[in-house]
């Protein structure tokens, strides 16, 4: 696994550092002692690519190269990627934006901690979640090899250290008005995108195929003029055959119940990263507030208390729902914290399946414990504040007896009477 050679660790990191400024909050820069980003010998990465990387030179794994697709498919199964999840994206904001537009969009595929993009005539991009460090960035070429190479490109974190990812290398959905040529209209805005996000800046520059009701959003459309449409309604897609050929891609969705996974998923893992770098990196006089806040912060989006209600009833078209929820892990009452609502709310159980993830456990035990605390006084009603009062005494039950048989290390006090 090669190491990128566009751009020097040292003018990275003082990019990173002066975007690490949160308002009123301030992130560990990359560099920092107990972080050590790009100290590739001392913290080698431990992502799902570098995992695959080490298989592939020991020769226990061999990627196939399709015509058309190259190692698309193949690295999607080596990675457990399914193709269900697949978005497109048609807003020329990548690495390979000389290649995007509405006719060529590039696809995005994930799991809990990695994401594979693909467009026609380009590179493979990928964005793998180490379980300390955050997200790790790659690309792939798509030439036959014996054995591919993943290239590591510290330089996307030009766009992928902001505060729109908190401050730490992670990931990032933004929503643009979009100009016919793929183009972004900057001069109109964007907005970042996550569970809170309001449904009418969602999906500027993406596709969105399936039932989204009277749902308004920014997906599907292009702005010809200077100004916005006002309230405007998007094209109704049940897949994307007619907007181009779909016959290259791997399926012609862009799945509404994936999109909304993903906006969840962005800054759930961005939240598990930085509370893990603050941990490692705060003062010991600080540490204690700071993690205290952090735990806070992060249990308040892992509990959807600011999520954004579905206008109106969402449905996919690619399976992708039915694929996620059959992941599990599930309790004796077949319940299950990746189980989707998609009527009034994205999860049924509205607590995040990313608790299961090697990045939660990963987490210095202090704040592991501090994220507990918390879940338990707001699921235990021992915080009764109103703010809270969206979680109903049947959901946070259910929360509680779903962990309590599906995740282990939880501690004692979850398990009282």
Known sequence: ???????????????????????????????HPAIEYFNYLKRPARDPVAALSRRIEQGGVQLNFATGTGYLRSLLEALHVPIESQMAVFSKTSLQADRVEPS????????????????????????????????????????????????????????HISDDSLGIPGLVARSRFIAPDGMPKLVLGGFGTDHRSPFEERWGGWYVTGATGTTKHMGNTVIAGEEPEANHTPAHLDSLTGKFDTSAYLSPYSDIAALLVFN??????????????????????????????GAKELVDYLLFVDEALLPSRMRGTSGFAERFASEGPRDRQGRSLRQLDLDKRLMRYPASYMIYTQAFDSLPAEAREAIYQRMWQVLSGEDSSARYARLSLADRQAIVEILRETKPGLPAYFHRP
């Open 104 to 159: 060529n969009p590039r696809t995005i595929f994930f799991n809990d901690s990695v994401a594979v993009a693909w467009v026609r005539g380009g590179f493979i991009e990928l964005a793998a979640l180490d379980p300390e460090q955050g997200v790790i960035f790659y690309t792939l070429q798509q030439e036959p090899q014996q054995k591919p190479d993943f290239l590591r490109r510290d330089d996307c974190l030009r766009c």
């Open 264 to 293: 969840h998923q962005i800054r759930m893992t961005d939240l598990i990263i930085r509370i893990g770098w603050e941990t490692r990196a705060a003062p010991a006089g600080q540490r204690a507030k700071i993690v205290r806040d």
């Open 1 to 31: 696994m090669r190491r990128s050679s566009w751009i020097s660790a040292t003018l990275i990191v003082s990019a990173a550092a002066g975007f690490a400024e949160l308002g009123d909050k301030l992130a560990p820069a990359p560099d």
